[in-house]
């Protein structure tokens, strides 16, 4: 979890039963920071104080982390303010009111509920699930390295359509690109000559030059995606 | 030190010749080094040795500077020159060394263009150097290591830029590949120097 912005002594609370209840937190205590945190894809929920980075701050942090939970924190009960800040983009709005135990709880449960749907990734008989580490073809492992993989399962989610290097590398590896990193097109290179070798020509790598890659996935003459 | 009467003035060409095709041929291994990157054909050790080798070539240089009395140029431009030239594989062979040094994943393009810039640079660098005897195409030489050297130096801009043109790049990949960007300028620089020690000693006499 991560504390964004300024930490105040309620934040800090928070992230003590936090802490004590197993999760690893972060408190970023200047904007930089927090983004570069957020954009790592490192970071599962946003725990931020209204009072420090504004109501405008809440809604700033649900437009650019779509995917991860936002939690705001008040320092008394009110039901309109729980309403207008749940209204502007929190996912979940904390209190003083609560007990540690119930934060942590709510926390949880809203971490639970926003869990990204999409760790295993599907297209015909190839699987790859991220969470097991295992890429597998009609029930065989495929040996790729953690990279590899995780680029076939950013192509796999992608259902056939073609994936820019910059989203691909975005996806993977969690930051820009920089202008004539090749970065993507290694490690494509090296998964489609891992593919060829463990599956044929049933599944294919294909280059819109220019742009990025798509995955096709071909099995007894029937196109999977 | 005994200083020899009999001149071995021959033997300054043979080693400056060769020191010009270590320096070009350090730069062809790198150039492949970064190209093939990170499954690159040819170890850093081959770069490595290549380098050494001109240290070795440097050092008798400097040996037969101070054993002989009747030199074919100025001493001081000798010694210029060795050093220039010297500094050339250094250079080269730094910025390969920081392709394992940091793990480098994949090449970056600008980067490749400074390694083709460094290989043509290189290669004029050679000619400059194995002309010495005569001069002859030392001049178009000279002007060709300068223009590329304007060209290295865009490419370097461009490519620094191209790292900070969107905040959300990784500071790891900034870090990395700004140093490897200024190894490899710092090279193509080095050939500059080079080139202006050969005009030196064709302006004093061609």
């Known amino acids: 979890m991560l504390v964004a912005d300024e930490s105040t002594p309620s934040t800090d609370a928070v992230a003590k039963a936090m802490r004590a209840a197993g999760h690893s937190v972060r408190i970023s205590a200047r904007r930089p920071q927090a983004a570069l945190a957020l954009r790592s894809g490192r970071v599962d929920a946003v725990l931020a104080d209204p009072a420090v980075v ?8 649900r437009a650019r982390i779509p995917a991860c939970p936002v939690i705001a924190w008040l320092p008394r009960a009110s039901s ?9 983009g929190a996912d979940e709005v904390l209190h003083a009111g609560m007990s540690s135990r119930e934060q942590v709880a709510r926390i949880e449960a809203v971490q639970r509920r926003r869990a990204p749907e999409t760790r295993i990734s599907k297209a015909g008989p190839l699987s790859v699930d991220r969470d097991r580490g295992e890429a597998m073809w009609h029930g065989r492992r495929l040996p790729l390295t953690a990279r590899e993989r995780d680029v076939l399962h950013a192509l796999a989610e992608s259902h056939g359509q073609t994936v820019r290097r910059e989203v691909l590398y975005r996806r993977v590896w969690g930051y820009a690109m920089a202008r004539g990193d090749r970065t993507v097109d290694v490690n494509v290179r090296r998964l489609r000559a891992k593919l ?18 798509r995955l096709i996935v071909r099995d007894n003459a029937v196109t999977a995606l | 030190m005994r200083l020899a009467l009999v001149p071995r003035t021959t033997e300054f060409y043979d080693l400056f010749a060769a020191a010009g095709r270590t320096a070009h041929e350090a730069a062809r291994l790198a150039e492949i080094r970064f190209r093939e990157t990170p499954d690159a054909s040819v170890p850093h050790s081959r770069v490595k040795e290549l ?4 240290d070795r070539l440097t050092a008798e240089i400097f040996d037969l500077l101070n054993t002989q009395y009747v030199t074919p140029f100025d001493r001081e431009d000798i010694y210029d020159l060795a050093k220039a030239v010297d500094d050339v594989a250094d250079y080269v062979e730094e910025a390969s060394d920081l392709l394992d040094l940091y793990r480098i994943e994949a090449p970056m393009e600008q980067a490749l263009e400074q390694c083709r810039i460094l290989v043509e640079t290189t290669a004029e660098l050679e000619r400059a150097l194995g ?9 178009e030489a000279i002007v060709a290591v300068k223009r590329l050297e304007d060209e290295g130096d865009r490419v370097a801009r ?17 870090i990395r590949w700004k140093d490897i960007f200024e190894a490899l300028e710092r090279a193509i620089d080095a050939c500059e120097t080079v080139a202006h020690a050969v005009g030196n000693v064709v302006v004093k006499n061609a």
Do not use: C, K, Q
Request: avoid cysteine; glycine fraction near 12%; charge should be negative.
């Open chain 1, 54 to 61: 504004g109501d405008e701050g809440i809604g700033e942090l």
């Open chain 1, 80 to 88: 309109d303010r729980v309403a207008e800040l749940l209204a502007i």
């Open chain 1, 196 to 213: 060829v070798e463990a599956v044929g020509v049933l599944v294919a790598i294909e280059t819109e030059p220019g742009v990025g890659y």
């Open chain 2, 51 to 54: 380098e050494h080798e001109g």
């Open chain 2, 131 to 139: 002309s010495l005897r005569n001069f002859r195409g030392a001049r």
């Open chain 2, 158 to 174: 461009d490519a620094i830029a191209a790292l900070f043109e969107d905040e959300e790049v990784s500071p790891r990949e900034m």
